[in-house]
């Protein structure tokens, strides 16, 4: 399978979702801090934002379902790509969004406090549970897959016609999805793991997550398997 950094597919939400999370004012209590990076991850992976969010950052409620569908097509993305789903339709598109909708609604995480650091940032303590969907369909490929090899195994993308080609990729990507919807009846989890996630002043005045960090939460709410 084709593997790309789950990294590039995040970029463009967390771009969006960073500038729609900065705030104007020095928050004055670290609670507030918390309140920014659990309404940054809930309106990520769970497309909802607390009322004390959008009060905090001047977002509405629009433009939180806004950057949560911009993030579940981000990700379809990324699906077609590290599954080499090469030419996906817009009903797989489609369909890959639905399925990552779904996926996120069992993220886990627990935002802590906030403390003050020595460079002057706040580092705001995230524990989560890695979802292991991913692990666990490509370690069990069940009917999905057998159904798909006993149709096309062996056959070269190459030889085939436009129409067959189109049958094939077609093929393949409802198998994958089949594979990694199956997970979703019996969700499991890594170990948990807590990490900093830190709050920065821009030179503008605005206080928004690390990138980085928001990019390393990404890489363990969901994990995939090493490339």
């Given at each position: 399978?084709?593997?790309?950094r789950?990294?590039?597919?995040?970029?463009?939400?967390?771009?969006?979702?960073?500038?729609?999370?900065?705030?104007?004012?020095?928050?004055?209590?670290?609670?507030?801090?918390?309140?920014?990076?659990?309404?940054?991850?809930?309106?990520?992976?769970?497309?909802?934002?607390?009322?004390?969010?959008?009060?905090?950052?001047?977002?509405?409620?629009?433009d939180?379902?806004?950057?949560?569908?911009?993030?579940?097509?981000?990700?379809?993305?990324?699906?077609?790509?590290?599954?080499?789903?090469?030419?996906?339709?817009?009903r797989?598109?489609?369909?890959?969004?639905?399925?990552?909708?779904?996926?996120?609604?069992?993220?886990?995480?627990?935002?802590?406090?906030?403390?003050?650091?020595?460079d002057?940032?706040?580092?705001?303590?995230?524990?989560?549970?890695?979802?292991?969907?991913?692990?666990?369909?490509?370690?069990?490929?069940?009917?999905?897959?057998?159904?798909?090899?006993?149709?096309?195994?062996?056959?070269?993308?190459?030889?085939?016609?436009?129409?067959?080609?189109?049958?094939?990729?077609?093929?393949?990507?409802?198998?994958v999805?089949?594979?990694?919807?199956?997970?979703?009846?019996?969700?499991?989890?890594?170990?948990?793991?807590?990490?900093?996630?830190?709050?920065?002043?821009?030179?503008e005045?605005?206080?928004?997550?690390?990138?980085?960090?928001?990019?390393?939460?990404?890489?363990?709410?969901?994990?995939?398997?090493?490339?």
């Amino acid at each position: 399978m084709k593997t790309i950094r789950r990294a590039a597919a995040l970029a463009l939400a967390c771009l969006m979702v960073l500038s729609l999370a900065a705030c104007k004012a020095l928050p004055t209590k670290s609670e507030q801090f918390t309140i920014l990076v659990r309404g940054n991850l809930d309106e990520i992976y769970l497309g909802r934002a607390g009322s004390d969010y959008l009060k905090l950052t001047g977002t509405t409620a629009e433009d939180v379902a806004a950057s949560y569908e911009d993030s579940l097509r981000q990700e379809a993305t990324f699906f077609c790509g590290y599954f080499d789903i090469t030419h996906p339709t817009d009903r797989t598109m489609a369909e890959v969004v639905e399925l990552y909708r779904q996926i996120y609604a069992n993220a886990s995480y627990i935002v802590g406090s906030a403390a003050k650091t020595d460079d002057g940032t706040y580092a705001v303590s995230v524990e989560i549970q890695p979802l292991n969907i991913m692990e666990t369909a490509l370690a069990n490929p069940g009917e999905a897959m057998a159904t798909f090899y006993e149709k096309h195994g062996g056959v070269n993308r190459e030889d085939l016609s436009g129409e067959e080609l189109a049958e094939f990729e077609a093929d393949w990507a409802d198998a994958v999805i089949t594979l990694v919807r199956g997970q979703l009846s019996h969700v499991t989890y890594r170990d948990t793991v807590t990490v900093d996630v830190h709050v920065t002043q821009t030179e503008e005045g605005f206080w928004q997550m690390d990138a980085g960090d928001l990019q390393a939460v990404d890489a363990l709410i969901l994990c995939y398997p090493a490339d």
